[in-house]
């Protein structure tokens, strides 16, 4: 099935991005009245709908994504001919462009001199405070990103967006304690997000591997791991990523000879005893390999998996030196 260009484009793959680039000419023949500005759009162009623009906005990235400035630029002009040069979304979808074609850090300075310059003059615009984030972080200025979305959630403490990717600055310097607070706080938000959970259980893995971290630390880490992936399966029951990390969370303890820790008043969480680990290893096991078998035959139900996670799911079970007997 060829991709929609409705759906999120940073989703897509590689070949699914270069084949919707390669639509957008036969987008923008069809639908050229567009290019009217209100109100004439108006009374040339027919009914009008949200996803028409959307589309644009994912075409956007798509062609940038595989090189077709040409394209992504008259998407961009049949934006600002309808929204406006001071439309808020249009000047970051602007900047993103700009982000693109440059070539060195110096049009990179200027692309940010240009983002501090509408945002001293309207410090509220959301979309080019994300941009500005966004390049200050491809810049490898991570102090500055870090400080500059710290001033984001004072101002909008519900964003999740801010939060994640705040938690994803703080894990990429290896800071797991502040990365796992921000991921919380997208859990706060989206509590039932089953995603949001095993990318929680994620963070606690690694930060219970981590060189140097203490025993008890690590296990209350691994608990609340196994917590977090235990849950994100509660709530999608066919959910890999869920499946992958309680696997590896128990292989590992098992592999350990982990044993569960007393309560005590200063651990609110403790591991589950030796035999609750053996039947969880067990579940994330079968369920694995029920979820590879399935997805290798191309089976109804089972054809939302990508390659690389089948690929991964099959490699851990493959390491696996007592595998289910079926």
Request: aromatic share 6%.
């Amino acid at each position: 099935m060829a991709p929609s260009a409705l759906q999120p484009p940073t989703r897509l793959t590689p070949t699914a991005a270069l084949a919707l680039s390669q639509q957008a000419p036969a987008i923008l023949r069809r639908s050229v009245s567009t290019a009217y500005p209100p109100p004439l759009n108006k009374l040339l162009s027919g009914s009008e709908t949200s996803d028409k623009w959307l589309q644009y906005e994912n075409l956007i990235q798509s062609c940038l994504r595989t090189g077709d400035d040409q394209a992504a630029h008259a998407c961009l002009k049949r934006l600002t001919v309808r929204f406006g040069d001071h439309n808020e979304r249009v000047q970051a979808l602007r900047g993103l462009v700009k982000e693109a074609e440059a070539r060195n850090n110096g049009e990179l300075e200027e692309v940010l001199k240009e983002y501090n310059q509408i945002l001293s003059g309207n410090g509220t615009n959301i979309p080019i405070t994300k941009r500005r984030i966004a390049l200050l972080r491809s810049m490898g200025r991570l102090s500055d990103a870090t400080s500059a979305l710290v001033q984001l959630l004072d101002f909008s403490p519900t964003d999740a967006e801010a939060w994640s990717e705040l938690s994803a600055i703080y894990l990429s310097q290896g800071l797991y304690p502040q990365a796992i607070y921000a991921m919380e706080e997208v859990l706060v938000l989206a509590p039932n997000a089953w995603n949001i959970h095993a990318r929680l259980g994620e963070l606690q893995y690694m930060a219970a591997t981590a060189p140097g971290v203490a025993n008890g630390s690590s296990q209350q880490y691994m608990a609340e791991a196994i917590r977090r992936f235990s849950r994100s399966i509660e709530l999608c029951d066919d959910y890999l990523r869920g499946y992958y990390g309680l696997k590896l969370v128990t292989r590992k303890l098992l592999s350990e000879g982990a044993k569960a820790a007393k309560q005590t008043e200063d651990s609110e969480l403790t591991l589950p005893d030796t035999n609750t680990i053996e039947r969880l290893n067990e579940l994330a096991t079968a369920k694995l390999s029920d979820i590879v078998r399935h997805s290798a035959s191309h089976d109804r139900g089972w054809r939302g998996y990508s390659e690389a996670e089948i690929a991964a799911a099959r490699d851990l079970l493959g390491e696996d030196r007592s595998p289910t007997t079926r």
